[in-house]
């Protein structure tokens, strides 16, 4: 059997793709995704809110109660002063690409232009084999149109590229009025890849204290619907890699990606629930699916039900919704 | 030579001897104490980065448990050969004292750096004087003084040199603060000019003569009066030496460097009659005093005296011009009782044998007095006053001079016109907060200036004696000559006003000479602000003629994300208004500077302050002056008219930064304070305060129990007394069962709230319907709320006190209706140690005797202008002393001793006076029960009513006798309080004393887990894995579990709090211990800012350390053995969180994850197998029967 994999330029061992979780934030984590078979992995991303924010908590608790009194002229020695920046994360990126045998992708997750590309050089000199851009932005400023959103994800992929040499791969949400243009838009800008989808941080509500919620639910299966109809209608239509993620949970989902026309296909919560080793289950699930079908890879499924190679694509576009409805009413 | 070029810096003078002295030793040990400690931290630091000493080698940094324990730790350092220093000041010095005799007569070359304070007599001050190094001059250790922060580096280097070759140790001193804080600009000796100095043939002889089995010896042996008279008589050849030793040292190093020294210094007229002697910073005011004088035709000069000890007359007499017919000697020190002051006496007897031995042919007259105790500013005007004095025919001796003596009228009078003052120094004031980063702009602004090819500067900064809100006052000099000057600017060329606020409370613009530029950051435009302004600050900018520049730094500074750092902005503006520098110059080297502060905590702060420095002068704006004055109101007077008259005439003036001018008959003699004036203290200080929401609070006191400044209250009431309330009084039908004509209401003390918000964070009731409102939330403080809260509260403080005797003592709910006897303290805004002395003030504050150890607690307890501790309706309340750092445990014992013996004299007499007094009185005064506190009213009543008896027995010896100890028949409540500085290092040994003492006393250690007060550095209670100064690569050791210590001797009360976690049993336990008839130690967990905490945040980690198990709440009852139930009771379930989910919140433990993430990941395993081993243990003791057997068991014969 012939797992390998093509994603990003890069040759996988398989399609499947541990793709960022706490599971990775240390070494020996990512070792165990990779003992258990996964294809390459995906670190941790940089929050780029999140380095600014404790930046600024270290200035100010360093600085709160300092000069003030005569005595205490400060409360800390000059050691606690410290840059909360990618030193730590670039330091496993390092160790994860020194130490795994498999593809080490690096991930960034911000929505400014700011930062990016010295966090992305940062990445390639550390050894990062790709880099998976996570754009993240919830445009609450309604005066903000369409177009302007898409431009600065587009803003954001050209200046990340034209910085480094590596592939670089875009986890974008579904929220455009037109996704496959857009998709095609940022493979323009220069993605080598598209992920799709990444889930945003929807809040909840706490009715009892009255509060927002912001703890992150797991993904589920159901939830994968959204992202297969994308692959599928983008698979073999645009000249990037496709990689599918969120809901995967059983190998019959990683088979569903696949015959939409996923390259890759990426887990984060089933590991979370069942531990590294899940990925081992998922790998050898899909083994042993292709060879009790007599196929020699996962090529030959790939894309298989998609938009471009269906018998039907209007099951891809509005015919889908009105076979549900009629499904409904049978 | 002349003077080479050096690398040039700008530094304080700790920083440049701590340079010196790390350069050339191998082993430091150290302990903190103002004004020292920032030396001994940068050795400490120094070591931390690997820095290596002249000789390529490592410097071995030890922290001790005391400046005793330093001394002691440096002397076997000694004897084993190494090259060994240390730091300190002060009580420090005391402490070192024993030692130093025993150093100094082995002959073992050392230098103590000393940055010379004053020493606590009928109060501590941190400020600098010579009475510390005064106070050890007879150890044998040879005194050099410096003068300024390039003396401080150099001469450091010429201790160093003479000590090894005259095998002398030495005191290198300078003055505390007025030259250890002060920034200037100096030339750095460089390392090859340091190598030259020391010379390694000395080293080696110092290592050959150490303690060594190979060719053993022995050094400390007991003599008798045969030989030891001659053996002190041995070492005199040796101290002769030095001052020639000194000398040569002084002249190698100035061909080296091309700076020049004397033992003494001779400036002025060569032909001088009269002529100062004096040491330390005031030798340099003296000295530019005479020049100016000098050269005005005065024939007047001063010297300088550098080698103190031992005194060389014929080196003094050589530089003393013989045309002098009046000297004055100037100590910065007091010596009650002596003829004089010690440099007068030395100089007295120089000159009297100078003249005897024919030496000199004639006496002149000489006078001595003193100057400067404790930091007291000292400036030409003082020094020409003293010149002036040596005119008079008939000169005052033992005079003062900077103070209004009028009790025995010892002060000279001083012409405050008079100054030196260069016309091309740039003199430039700045008032800010602490927290707007003013004083740390300056220190960034003296630097880019000094930096500047031929400029100087020099940076000194005043700090009032709060540690929130607290008033900074930042004096820098510009030139281009180097500045010697080390007295506070009397005339400013700039006056920046940084707050607002401050114009309504300081006299900002006294400095302001005329034509200055005075710059507001103000909220009003450049056409409203002249309104705003008080009257007399109107006349000020309209009579000085100053040019007025106003700008919203505030603002600016928050729509950048800077929130309430304006320093930048300010900055920016100081620049371009002053022209010290062209402005783009300047902006370009601010940017420079910032980016230098902080880009070691990233990028993000960079920009920020980058934004801060951009947008800064087009808000900037000249304001038109108008001709005459308009405002309608005056800057308000410090305290109201009916204030007492103590506080009108005494702490009113302290509060009004007029403290200098208070005159010596206007302050108490012996050190004894009223209590209760910080009420009268209105600072305001807080942009935000807690409103009521009356509707939705449950009045359950966590509120009032938390807040660390005693601001918010509670009473209930009877509904009629409302009748009267102002408009805006909020109450609640009281929610207890049974009291249905009974209202509560909360009032807060908006004026005195520190903003911190904890009590919006203890809140529990929130509403139903309103997102994010609680029964208590936070709000923008203005002008409205201020006048509102003023008007409730004075409703609120009519209302009876709630009767103590019906208030509920054994719930948090109860104890809000007992009124704090600690209020509006000094402490930082959230401090974590504040509720827990608050709390003892309530329960026990009418009978409660406080012994207080230097520290924290002791300086937001007692640090004037005003006092927090106060007294109840009835005139009763917490009597409060601080003796020192290192006896604080056996301080308070004495109090228990003095108690307990006057109770049984008290008692006895009592009983002699039965007849008298009546039998049944008697009996029942002795009798009685005092434990609750409607016992210990009745006592009261009856003690009263024994009173009146005793009275009608004039003339009866007994009835006197008693009289004078009958207080004692109510039951004391005796509280030794410190932090765990105090407890679990320097008065460990006395601490441990008491608590084995079995005395009826209570013993509270607030623990923040460093010595908080002296800026963070490690005690033994430093946890495991946690960075602070002495630790700056984090503690490698277990902090010392007390708790179990003091559970090992079986019958001390031991409880372990966090009021944060669990405040009811917070309170438990202090009820308890109070009871409890033998020693009590209760050990409180304090959040601090030490922590790297949002102080905000202080109560969910004081939960997340219980959760954690990292702080386990337990309490150990000896009292329950006899009742038959297990005596240790674990008050806190098994840990649910893990250590580094409580741990890495604060910036102590993730500052190390991300500087060293090995050590941190190792250190964070460790820490956290500790706590799970610990809290098993606790589980087993909380397991074990009752009986005797169970804390013996956890005694000496137990597991530990």
Same mark, same amino acid.
């Given at each position: 059997m012939d797992m390998k994999t093509n994603y990003l330029g890069l040759s996988l061992r398989n399609p499947l793709i541990a793709s960022p979780s706490p599971i990775g934030q240390q070494i020996d984590g990512l070792k165990q995704i990779a003992d258990h078979g996964a294809g390459a992995v995906i670190l941790p991303s940089i929050f780029e809110e999140q380095i600014t924010r404790e930046q600024e908590m270290v200035d100010a608790l360093i600085g709160s109660g300092s000069e003030s009194f005569g005595e205490a002229l400060s409360y800390f020695p000059a050691e606690a002063e410290y840059a909360f920046d990618s030193s730590g994360y670039l330091r496993l990126v390092e160790q994860a690409a020194k130490e795994l045998e498999i593809p080490v992708i690096a991930s960034l997750n911000g929505t400014t232009k700011s930062g990016w590309i010295d966090y992305a050089k940062d990445m390639e000199a550390a050894g990062a084999q790709a880099i998976e851009l996570n754009i993240f932005y919830v445009p609450s400023d309604?005066?903000?149109?369409?177009?302007?959103?898409?431009?600065?994800?587009?803003?954001?992929?050209?200046?990340?590229?034209?910085?480094?040499?590596?592939?670089?791969?875009?986890?974008?949400?579904?929220?455009?009025?037109?996704?496959?243009?857009?998709?095609?838009?940022?493979?323009?800008?220069?993605?080598?890849?598209?992920?799709?989808?990444?889930?945003?941080?929807?809040?909840?509500?706490?009715?009892?204290?009255?509060?927002?919620?912001?703890?992150?639910?797991?993904?589920?299966?159901?939830?994968?619907?959204?992202?297969?109809?994308?692959?599928?209608?983008?698979?073999?239509?645009?000249?990037?890699?496709?990689?599918?993620?969120?809901?995967?949970?059983?190998?019959?989902?990683?088979?569903?990606?696949?015959?939409?026309?996923?390259?890759?296909?990426?887990?984060?919560?089933?590991?979370?629930?069942?531990?590294?080793?899940?990925?081992?289950?998922?790998?050898?699930?899909?083994?042993?699916?292709?060879?009790?079908?007599?196929l020699a890879s996962p090529a030959d499924i790939r894309g298989k039900l998609s938009h471009a190679k269906v018998e039907n694509p209007e099951a891809y576009e509005r015919a889908n919704y009105i076979k549900v409805l009629q499904g409904f009413e049978s | 030579m002349a003077e080479k070029q050096a690398k040039k810096a700008t530094m304080d003078g700790n920083t440049a001897v701590a340079h010196i002295a790390y350069k050339v030793n191998e082993v430091c040990a150290i302990f903190p104490i103002t004004p020292s400690s920032p030396m001994a931290e940068l050795a400490d630091e120094w070591t931390s980065a690997g820095i290596k000493n002249i000789w390529g080698n490592s410097v071995s940094i030890q922290e001790m448990q005391s400046e005793g324990g330093a001394a002691g730790a440096l002397h076997g350092s000694l004897q084993a050969g190494a090259l060994t220093t240390t730091f300190t000041a002060s009580q420090g010095l005391m402490l070192m004292i024993p030692n130093m005799f025993k150093i100094a007569g082995e002959l073992s070359p050392t230098v103590f750096h000393v940055a010379a304070r004053a020493l606590a007599t009928n109060a501590l001050s941190i400020f600098g004087d010579h009475s510390d190094v005064m106070a050890a001059r007879s150890t044998g250790f040879a005194m050099l003084a410096s003068n300024s922060v390039q003396e401080a580096?150099?001469?450091?280097?010429?201790?160093?040199?003479?000590?090894?070759?005259?095998?002398?140790?030495?005191?290198?001193?300078?003055?505390?603060?007025?030259?250890?804080?002060?920034?200037?600009?100096?030339?750095?000796?460089?390392?090859?000019?340091?190598?030259?100095?020391?010379?390694?043939?000395?080293?080696?002889?110092?290592?050959?003569?150490?303690?060594?089995?190979?060719?053993?010896?022995?050094?400390?042996?007991?003599?008798?009066?045969?030989?030891?008279?001659?053996?002190?008589?041995?070492?005199?050849?040796?101290?002769?030496?030095?001052?020639?030793?000194?000398?040569?040292?002084?002249?190698?190093?100035?061909?080296?460097?091309?700076?020049?020294?004397?033992?003494?210094?001779?400036?002025?007229?060569?032909?001088?009659?009269?002529?100062?002697?004096?040491?330390?910073?005031?030798?340099?005011?003296?000295?530019?005093?005479?020049?100016?004088?000098?050269?005005?035709?005065?024939?007047?000069?001063?010297?300088?005296?550098?080698?103190?000890?031992?005194?060389?007359?014929?080196?003094?007499?050589?530089?003393?011009?013989?045309?002098?017919?009046?000297?004055?000697?100037?100590?910065?020190?007091?010596?009650?009782?002596?003829?004089?002051?010690?440099?007068?006496?030395?100089?007295?007897?120089?000159?009297?044998?100078?003249?005897?031995?024919?030496?000199?042919?004639?006496?002149?007259?000489?006078?001595?007095?003193?100057?400067?105790?404790?930091?007291?500013?000292?400036?030409?005007?003082?020094?020409?006053?003293?010149l002036d004095e040596l005119k008079k025919p008939e000169p005052k001796n033992n005079f003062t001079v900077g103070i209004n003596d009028d009790v025995m009228h010892t002060s000279l009078e001083v012409d405050h016109s008079y100054g030196t003052e260069a016309d091309d120094v740039v003199r430039a004031m700045f008032y800010g907060l602490g927290a707007d980063g003013t004083v740390g702009a300056n220190k960034n602004s003296v630097k880019i200036i000094a930096e500047d090819g031929g400029r100087y500067a020099q940076g000194y900064f005043v700090y009032d004696s709060h540690k929130s809100g607290a008033l900074t006052v930042s004096h820098l000099r510009f030139g281009p000559e180097p500045i010697g000057a080390p007295y506070l600017i009397r005339t400013a060329s700039f006056v920046a006003c940084h707050q607002f606020h401050f114009m309504n409370k300081v006299d900002v613009l006294a400095q302001a000479r005329e034509g200055a530029t005075f710059l507001l950051n103000s909220p009003f435009s450049k056409d409203e602000v002249w309104n705003h302004l008080p009257r007399s600050v109107q006349k000020q900018i309209i009579d000085k003629k100053l040019k007025f520049f106003v700008i919203d730094a505030t603002s600016a500074a928050r729509e950048v994300g800077l929130g309430s750092r304006t320093n930048t902005i300010l900055q920016t503006c100081f620049f371009a208004l002053s022209g010290v520098l062209p402005r783009d110059e300047a902006i370009a080297k601010i940017k420079a500077a910032i980016e230098k502060t902080y880009s070691k905590k990233g990028r993000a702060v960079v920009e920020k302050n980058f934004a801060g420095v951009d947008g800064a002068l087009e808000r900037l704006y000249e304001v038109e002056v108008p001709d005459a004055v308009s405002s309608n109101f005056e800057r308000p007077p410090a305290v109201p008219a009916d204030a007492p008259e103590f506080v009108r005439e005494v702490t009113g003036p302290m509060m009004d930064n007029l403290g200098d001018l208070i005159p010596v008959s206007k302050i108490p003699v012996d050190g004894t304070y009223p209590t209760g004036t910080a009420a009268w203290e209105k600072r305001n200080i807080a942009d935000e305060v807690p409103i009521w929401r009356e509707d939705l609070c449950i009045q359950c006191g966590q509120c009032s129990f938390v807040c660390p400044h005693s601001v918010i209250r509670s009473k209930y009431f009877d509904k009629a007394e409302l009748e009267g309330a102002p408009g805006g009084f909020k109450s609640a039908p009281i929610n207890s069962r049974g009291y249905p004509d009974a209202q509560f209401s909360l009032a807060f003390y908006v004026e005195d709230c520190t903003g911190c918000g904890l009590c919006v964070e203890a809140c529990p009731a929130q509403s139903a319907v309103e997102p994010g409102v609680k029964a208590i939330n936070m709000t923008l403080k203005d002008e409205l709320i201020v006048a509102d809260g003023r008007k409730t509260m004075g409703f609120f403080e009519k209302l009876p006190v709630n009767d103590r005797a019906r208030v509920d003592f054994a719930n948090v709910r109860g104890v809000q209706f007992l009124q704090p006897l600690f209020e509006f303290n000094g402490a930082c805004a959230g401090c974590g140690e504040t509720p827990y002395v608050k709390l003892l003030s309530q329960l026990f504050g009418n009978r409660l005797m406080v012994a207080n150890a230097t520290g924290c607690s002791s300086i937001y307890s007692g640090n004037l202008p005003v006092t927090p501790w106060t007294k109840d309706k009835d005139g009763r309340g917490?009597?409060?002393?601080?003796?020192?750092?290192?006896?604080?445990?056996?301080?308070?014992?004495?109090?228990?001793?003095?108690?307990?013996?006057?109770?049984?004299?008290?008692?006895?007499?009592?009983?002699?006076?039965?007849?008298?007094?009546?039998?049944?009185?008697?009996?029942?005064?002795?009798?009685?029960?005092?434990?609750?506190?409607?016992? /210990? *009213?009745? =006592?009261?009543?009856?003690? !009263?009513?024994?009173? +009146?008896?005793?009275?009608?027995?004039?003339? @009866?010896?007994?009835?006197?006798?008693?009289?004078?100890?009958?207080?004692?028949?109510?039951?004391?409540?005796?509280?030794?309080?410190?932090?765990?500085?105090?407890?679990?290092?320097?008065?460990?040994?006395?601490?441990?004393?008491?608590?084995?003492?079995?005395?009826?006393?209570?013993?509270?250690?607030?623990?923040?887990?460093?010595?908080?007060?002296?800026?963070?550095?490690?005690?033994?209670?430093?946890?495991?894995?946690?960075?602070?100064?002495?630790?700056?690569?984090?503690?490698?050791?277990?902090?010392?579990? /007390? *708790?179990? =210590?003091?559970?090992?001797? !079986?019958?001390?009360? +031991?409880?372990?709090?966090?009021?944060?976690? @669990?405040?009811?049993?917070?309170?438990?336990?202090?009820?308890?211990?109070?009871?409890?008839?033998?020693?009590?130690?209760?050990?409180?967990?304090?959040?601090?800012?030490?922590?790297?905490?949002?102080?905000?945040?202080?109560?969910?980690?004081?939960?997340?350390?219980?959760?954690?198990?990292?702080?386990?709440?337990?309490?150990?009852?000896?009292?329950?053995?006899?009742?038959?139930?297990a005596p240790f009771r674990l008050d806190s379930p098994r840990p649910t969180l893990k250590f580094k989910d409580y741990a890495y919140n604060e910036l102590r433990y993730r500052a190390l994850s991300v500087n060293r993430p090995e050590d941190a990941a190792m250190l964070l395993e460790e820490a956290q197998k500790q706590i799970l081993e610990k809290y098993q243990t606790y589980e087993e003791f909380a397991q074990m029967d009752a009986g005797p057997d169970a804390s013996r068991a956890m005694g000496a014969g137990g597991k530990f």
């Open positions: 309604i005066s903000l149109s369409g177009a302007d959103v898409e431009q600065r994800y587009l803003d954001v992929v050209s200046s990340v590229v034209s910085a480094v040499k590596l592939p670089v791969a875009v986890k974008i949400g579904p929220y455009f009025s037109s996704t496959g243009h857009m998709a095609g838009r940022l493979v323009e800008a220069g993605a080598k890849g598209l992920v799709l989808f990444n889930r945003f941080y929807q809040p909840d509500i706490d009715p009892l204290n009255l509060s927002l919620d912001t703890s992150l639910e797991l993904s589920k299966p159901a939830e994968m619907r959204l992202p297969l109809l994308w692959i599928g209608v983008l698979s073999g239509r645009i000249n990037a890699s496709l990689a599918a993620t969120t809901g995967v949970e059983t190998t019959d989902d990683v088979i569903k990606y696949l015959l939409a026309g996923a390259d890759t296909v990426m887990t984060t919560s089933a590991l979370l629930r069942h531990g590294p080793q899940h990925m081992q289950v998922l790998v050898d699930g899909l083994t042993e699916w292709l060879k009790a079908r007599g | 580096h150099d001469l450091a280097l010429v201790a160093h040199a003479a000590t090894l070759e005259s095998r002398v140790p030495f005191m290198h001193f300078f003055d505390g603060f007025r030259t250890s804080h002060e920034i200037n600009t100096l030339n750095m000796i460089p390392e090859e000019d340091i190598r030259a100095m020391i010379s390694d043939d000395l080293v080696r002889e110092h290592r050959a003569r150490a303690l060594n089995p190979e060719h053993p010896v022995m050094r400390g042996t007991a003599m008798n009066p045969d030989v030891f008279f001659q053996s002190r008589e041995a070492t005199n050849k040796f101290h002769a030496a030095v001052p020639e030793i000194v000398q040569n040292a002084m002249d190698k190093l100035g061909k080296l460097i091309g700076r020049h020294y004397k033992l003494f210094d001779y400036y002025g007229a060569p032909d001088a009659e009269r002529v100062l002697v004096l040491m330390g910073s005031g030798a340099d005011v003296a000295r530019d005093t005479v020049r100016d004088l000098a050269a005005k035709g005065e024939k007047v000069g001063v010297i300088a005296v550098r080698l103190y000890r031992p005194f060389s007359a014929e080196h003094l007499l050589a530089a003393l011009p013989e045309t002098v017919k009046s000297v004055a000697a100037l100590d910065r020190t007091k010596e009650p009782g002596a003829t004089g002051e010690p440099l007068y006496l030395d100089l007295v007897a120089a000159l009297a044998q100078g003249v005897a031995n024919g030496k000199r042919k004639t006496m002149p007259r000489i006078i001595g007095g003193r100057y400067g105790l404790s930091s007291k500013d000292f400036d030409p005007s003082q020094v020409k006053a003293v917490p009597a409060w002393s601080n003796s020192l750092f290192e006896d604080n445990a056996e301080f308070g014992l004495g109090f228990r001793l003095a108690a307990d013996n006057h109770l049984d004299l008290a008692q006895s007499l009592l009983k002699e006076l039965a007849p008298q007094v009546g039998e049944d009185l008697v009996n029942a005064i002795l009798t009685a029960p005092q434990i609750h506190e409607s016992e /210990l *009213a009745d =006592q009261r009543e009856r003690v !009263g009513a024994l009173k +009146v008896k005793l009275l009608d027995l004039k003339g @009866n010896k007994a009835a006197e006798s008693l009289m004078s100890v009958v207080d004692q028949l109510v039951r004391r409540s005796i509280w030794i309080v410190g932090g765990d500085g105090w407890a679990y290092d320097i008065g460990y040994g006395g601490l441990d004393h008491v608590l084995a003492s079995g005395r009826n006393i209570n013993i509270l250690v607030m623990d923040t887990e460093v010595y908080s007060n002296t800026g963070g550095q490690a005690s033994k209670a430093t946890p495991l894995g946690a960075i602070a100064k002495f630790a700056a690569a984090g503690k490698r050791t277990q902090r010392k579990d /007390l *708790a179990l =210590q003091a559970v090992s001797y !079986g019958n001390v009360y +031991v409880a372990q709090v966090a009021f944060g976690a @669990n405040p009811q049993q917070t309170l438990q336990a202090f009820r308890e211990a109070e009871a409890y008839p033998g020693v009590s130690i209760i050990l409180a967990y304090s959040h601090c800012i030490s922590h790297g905490i949002d102080m905000k945040t202080g109560l969910s980690q004081q939960q997340k350390a219980v959760a954690s198990g990292y702080w386990p709440l337990l309490r150990y009852d000896p009292a329950l053995r006899d009742v038959g139930k």
